[in-house]
């Protein structure tokens, strides 16, 4: 366990209200407030507390990928381990939510990418739940920049209101051809041209 702070990477799922959240338990549909949110283990575990999260040797704790090439190489080549998976919309959602995400053929994508800010105690991966390059921390708020995916072009005023330091970027592609658009656009942010 260290407690250093991490800038990295994530995806999440937009709310009602502008507000995004986490797709996965114990944050699934839970509001990513401004300041941010605090990590809780909720696997019954004898070593630690539910407020130890996270805990070495556990799956808990909130995932940042510090690099966003780990985090888009995850969504395509790791998808149960990331946890997009077409099953998962059917899960959150049921079926209106899964049919409307088929319509829009965004099953295998997120609703949003973009950086979080991560600090407190972190962890590494947990080699049996995350993706490779995964760090695991104690608490986390919305980062700088986020990633829209198109079909939900409309909810960029609400997202602004709710997280006004964050810059939102509405995807011109969808599915899998937008996360190759982000992978892009940050290139294009890291080696300016001259």
Same mark, same amino acid.
């Given at each position: 366990?260290? +407690?250093?702070?991490?800038?990295?990477?994530?995806?999440?799922?937009?709310?009602?209200?502008?507000?995004?959240?986490?797709?996965?338990?114990?944050?699934?549909?839970?509001?990513?407030?401004?300041?941010?949110? +605090?990590?809780?283990?909720?696997?019954?575990?004898?070593?630690?507390?539910?407020?130890? #999260?996270?805990?070495?040797?556990? +799956?808990?704790?909130?995932? *940042?990928?510090?690099?966003?090439?780990?985090?888009?190489?995850?969504?395509?080549?790791?998808? #149960?381990?990331?946890?997009?998976?077409?099953?998962?919309?059917?899960?959150?959602?049921?079926?209106?939510?899964?049919?409307?995400?088929?319509?829009?053929?965004?099953?295998?994508?997120?609703?949003?990418?973009?950086?979080? *800010?991560?600090?407190?105690?972190?962890?590494?991966?947990?080699?049996?739940?995350?993706?490779?390059?995964?760090?695991?921390?104690?608490? #986390?708020?919305?980062?700088?920049?986020?990633?829209? &995916?198109?079909?939900?072009?409309?909810?960029?005023?609400?997202?602004?209101?709710?997280?006004?330091?964050?810059?939102?970027?509405?995807?011109?592609?969808?599915?899998?051809?937008?996360?190759?658009?982000?992978?892009? &656009?940050?290139?294009?942010?890291?080696?300016? &041209? &001259?």
């Amino acid at each position: 366990m260290n +407690e250093t702070g991490v800038t990295g990477w994530r995806y999440w799922q937009v709310l009602t209200q502008g507000y995004l959240g986490g797709l996965h338990t114990p944050h699934a549909r839970q509001p990513w407030y401004p300041d941010g949110i +605090e990590a809780v283990c909720n696997q019954d575990r004898d070593t630690h507390a539910p407020d130890q #999260a996270p805990w070495p040797d556990c +799956e808990c704790g909130i995932r *940042i990928m510090p690099r966003l090439d780990d985090l888009l190489d995850g969504i395509e080549d790791h998808p #149960a381990r990331t946890g997009i998976t077409r099953r998962v919309w059917r899960v959150i959602g049921g079926a209106g939510y899964y049919q409307d995400r088929l319509m829009h053929g965004v099953l295998d994508v997120p609703d949003v990418i973009g950086q979080a *800010i991560g600090w407190g105690r972190t962890e590494d991966a947990c080699p049996w739940d995350d993706p490779p390059g995964t760090v695991r921390v104690q608490h #986390a708020r919305v980062g700088p920049v986020i990633y829209l &995916s198109q079909h939900l072009a409309r909810m960029a005023p609400a997202i602004r209101r709710r997280y006004p330091g964050t810059r939102v970027h509405v995807g011109h592609e969808r599915g899998l051809p937008w996360l190759d658009e982000i992978h892009a &656009s940050q290139q294009a942010v890291a080696e300016p &041209s &001259s």
